[in-house]
């Protein structure tokens, strides 16, 4: 009996895609609500099974990439959501139903894309896996530990000064807008506060990369400089994902990151809405894919019907986020508000997928460029960190982008491009602080 289990193993990533697989067969196909669209339908649901096998059956067998974070966004976000709203006649900020063909024309190009994600991603790590790359390799200076704890400390610090020593700040969300009025130095102090809370994240990683061991004081400024609490939802996956995969070992075991990732969503994800200060409501279940936590194909779809293209002025006004409307007169807003305003909303302050942003920028085209672009860097990216030896900051930067990733595709670019250029400079303060230390050597200190 024991020769007949040992022969005949059990692939659990083929059990977890059969099981989901078949969960999500009844889903799509139960005739409920008051809309059914029988080839919308299996459109998406061609998507999802899609996404499923690139999570679990794909070339990528590490536990947790680039790769599997894409796919978890597409199931739930451009599978799973549009059949429950389809089905429900849902719509959003009223402005109105989307009619089926176009569920119908945009379920087509997501099948597309998904079948031309996993070709190219397939290819790519077939490559380089068989190349031989430079990669740079880790050159942190392991004699500088009080400057560490300087570091988070000055870190914390400067960000209680930025809100003004306000406790309600630090440990609860602010509504929409009220941190970029009431913060310390006006857009300037808004700016320095997305880049300082994520300094003691960055130490405390960097912490256990050089030392091996974890340091309980370092871990507290991460709390209190970016408490779970006072972060919007994007930010609390980007920056504690990396801490867990860190400091649990648990959450490198094989299916935990794409099961904490699913019951993230499902569960935590609606939960935290609970900590808004302009919100109180909790979504679970059908209710939750109904609600406006889940609006990026709706908002897609209605700029799809719109057939809005701008030719590369959206993607120039994201990169160039840091001019003041002053000084750039019709300034594009981010796509998802542009968007908004269009359709008549009654809210704008809303979400743009980032395939949309590709529709946006240039057409049908437009979505296939920036595929392509987000597919080369997660293959590149999950084949350096997984197989080659890199750098501590860009193990860092890559843990970081896991969670990242899931707002990036939710969008919009605006503000995205802004979240991750933050977290860079971050990065570079770290590096450049920990060298001027060290070259200074301050005796008292280190």
């Known amino acids: ?98 009619k089926d063909e176009i569920y119908i024309k945009l379920g087509f190009i997501l099948v ?113 400089t970016a408490f779970p609490l006072s972060l919007n939802r994007g930010d609390l996956v980007t920056y504690y994902l990396p801490i867990l995969l860190i400091f649990v070992p648990l959450m490198k075991k094989k299916m935990v990151y794409p099961i904490s990732f699913f019951l993230g969503v499902l569960f935590l994800f609606p939960f935290f809405n609970l900590f808004r200060s302009d919100r109180n409501a909790i979504y679970i279940g059908g209710e939750l894919f109904q609600s406006a936590h889940l609006d990026a194909f709706y908002n897609f779809a209605n700029l799809l019907n719109l057939g809005v293209i701008t030719y590369g002025r959206q993607l120039l006004g994201s990169l160039l986020f840091f001019i003041q409307e002053s000084s750039w007169q019709n300034r594009p807003v981010g796509t998802g508000q542009m968007m908004a305003e269009l359709s008549h909303y009654s809210y704008t302050n809303v979400s743009m997928p980032f395939l949309g942003e590709g529709y946006a920028n240039f057409g049908i085209v437009g979505v296939f460029i920036f595929l392509i672009a987000l597919v080369v860097f997660n293959a590149y990216s999950d084949v350096l960190f997984h197989e080659r030896k890199s750098s501590i900051r860009f193990k860092i930067f890559y843990l970081f982008f896991l969670g990242f990733e899931f707002y990036l595709l939710r969008g919009d670019l605006y503000s995205s491009v802004k979240k991750v250029l933050s977290f860079l400079i971050a990065l570079l303060m770290v590096k450049f602080a920990l060298f001027f230390l060290n070259k200074l050597r301050f005796k008292l200190l280190l």
Request: proline content about 2%; overall charge positive.
């Open 112 to 224: 597309l894309v998904q079948i031309v994600y996993l070709i190219i991603y397939g290819l790519l790590i077939s490559i380089l896996k068989r190349k031989k790359f430079l990669t740079t390799v880790n050159d942190e200076n392991n004699n500088i530990i009080k400057a560490f704890f300087l570091i988070s400390s000055l870190a914390f610090i400067l960000f209680l000064i930025l809100v003004k020593f306000d406790i309600n700040v630090i440990f609860k969300r602010p509504p929409n807008h009220w941190q970029k009025e009431n913060t310390n130095f006006g857009l300037i102090g808004y700016t320095l506060l997305l880049i300082i809370r994520a300094v003691p994240i960055i130490v405390l990683i960097l912490y256990k990369y050089i030392y091996n061991r974890s340091n309980y004081y370092l871990f507290i400024l991460v709390l209190l």
């Open 1 to 98: 009996m024991n020769r007949f289990f040992s022969t005949y193993t059990i692939n659990t990533n083929v059990v977890a895609f059969m099981i989901l697989s078949f969960v999500s067969l009844i889903i799509f196909y139960n005739d409920s609500g008051s809309n059914y669209n029988f080839r919308a339908i299996t459109q998406f649901f061609i998507v999802a099974l899609l996404s499923l096998y690139g999570i679990f059956l794909s070339i990528d067998k590490w536990s947790f990439s680039l790769n599997k974070t894409y796919h978890i966004f597409t199931y739930f976000f451009i599978a799973l959501a549009p059949v429950i709203q389809l089905k429900n006649e849902v719509s959003f900020f009223r402005a109105g139903i989307i």
